[in-house]
């Protein structure tokens, strides 16, 4: 079960964090994998255990993300699996945020994934699998965040989407809703003592998620097992969004 050898696996912010415990467990299941970001990746494909490569990507540029894959076709032939994952997060009230800001977490969180799935979809040749990684935010909406919940949102919606669109091609499209997850972004909100205590204590499993139990699911979701789940839409999250 849940065999992903000789298949190629893209994903897309996987130099750290949620990325990496998606690229790890995909690895460990078999699969190649290309790793696309903006941030170094070598450390990661040291703990890879099958061949990959790292290709530098700044998901904004559109260029980019066609040369990009390009090399990775011309490294490993083929892709099966994509994984976007690519996302920043910062604070946008909605009365002090400047476009520009607005823009920018858009264009990341929600441009890339459609720029990235449009240019790889048409190397997924024998059907494939596609997952978008959103956020609960997606659905419960969180104060001072209002670029991020639309973004993620708005990627719910693209991942049903595609799911509809892709289907006479046997390409399915999931997306997962983490909770909150310790990773680069989260860093900062989990370093107040106060803070953590205050997230542990709102999530029913009082803790929050570590990357690599995140990595599971998307083997699955990856695998001929999946086959025949699409355009879903599933949290992982502690149990945190039962009460919200
Ligand atoms: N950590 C959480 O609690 C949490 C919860 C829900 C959803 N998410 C989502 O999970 C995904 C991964 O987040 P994470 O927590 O691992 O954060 P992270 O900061 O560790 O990872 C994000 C990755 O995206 C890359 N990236 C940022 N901008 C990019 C760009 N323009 N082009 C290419 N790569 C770019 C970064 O270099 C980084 O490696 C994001 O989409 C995030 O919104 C995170």
Request: aromatic share 8%; with cysteine.
């Amino acid at each position: 079960m849940f065999d992903l050898k000789n298949k190629v696996a893209v994903v897309t912010g996987a130099s750290g964090g949620l990325g990496e415990g998606m690229a790890k467990a995909l690895s460990e299941a078999g699969a190649k994998i290309a790793i696309l970001d903006l941030k170094d990746g070598s450390g990661v494909l040291k703990k890879l255990k099958t061949k990959s490569n790292y290709y530098k990507l700044d998901v904004l540029n559109e260029e980019s993300i066609k040369v990009v894959l390009e090399k990775v076709i011309n490294d490993f032939g083929k892709i099966d699996i994509l994984v976007n994952n690519s996302g920043i997060f910062f604070p946008t009230p909605v009365e002090s945020t400047n476009s520009s800001d607005w823009d920018k977490i858009i264009n990341v969180n929600l441009r890339g994934y459609f720029l990235v799935t449009k240019y790889a979809v048409s190397y997924m040749k024998n059907g494939g699998r596609i997952i978008n990684v959103a956020l609960v935010a997606g659905t419960h909406a969180f104060a001072s965040s209002s670029a991020y919940n639309a973004s993620k949102g708005a990627v719910i919606m693209l991942t049903k989407t595609f799911a509809s669109e892709f289907a006479k091609k046997g390409i399915t499209a999931n997306a997962i809703c983490p909770g909150i997850f310790e990773t680069p972004m989260t860093k900062e909100m989990l370093k107040s003592k106060e803070t953590l205590d205050m997230i542990n204590n709102s999530i029913p499993l009082k803790r929050t998620g570590k990357p690599d139990e995140i990595g599971a699911l998307a083997v699955y979701l990856a695998s001929g097992e999946s086959a025949y789940m699409t355009g879903s839409i599933i949290t992982i999250d502690g149990g945190w969004t039962c009460h919200l």
